[in-house]
Nanobody, 121 residues
Framework: QVQLVESGGGLVQAGGSLRLSCAAS????????MGWFRQAPGKEREFVAS????????NYPDSVKGRFTISRDSAKNTVYLYMNSLKPEDTAVYYC??????????????WGQGTQVTVSS
């Protein structure tokens, strides 16, 4: 049974930093893409970052590029999202997700419960 458990959310002032963690368990993730998404109230879920578990290939949308960094620690089976220069518009529930690698757009089959990030102005 796959479990993804996020932690590290909280309240931070604009310009501050946070590190989110996603502890993954239940299978070997070497053939998976790990992603972070976020959803603000009244808005659609938004892709934030992804990383190939087996390598260092990462992907970010323009809205967070240069401010957010995704990484993974295979020994700890944990994926991190380092968020710097946070803005009030980064306020959202952040979710960790996992998708099998393959051709085409990844389909994220596994999701965590989410962690709240609130950035005050």
């Amino acid at each position: 049974q796959v479990q993804l458990v996020e932690s590290g959310g909280g309240l931070v002032q604009a310009g501050g930093s946070l590190r989110l963690s996603c502890a993954a368990s239940g299978r070997t993730f070497s053939s998976y893409i790990m992603g972070w998404f976020r959803q603000a109230p009244g808005k659609e879920r938004e892709f934030v970052a992804s990383i190939l578990w087996s390598g260092r290939s990462t992907n970010y949308p323009d809205s967070v590029k240069g401010r957010f960094t995704i990484s993974r620690d295979s020994a700890k089976n944990t994926v991190y999202l380092y968020m710097n220069s946070l803005k009030p518009e980064d306020t959202a529930v952040y979710y960790c997700a996992a998708a099998k690698t393959g051709a085409g757009i990844p389909t994220y089959d596994y999701w965590g419960q989410g962690t709240q990030v609130t950035v005050s102005s």
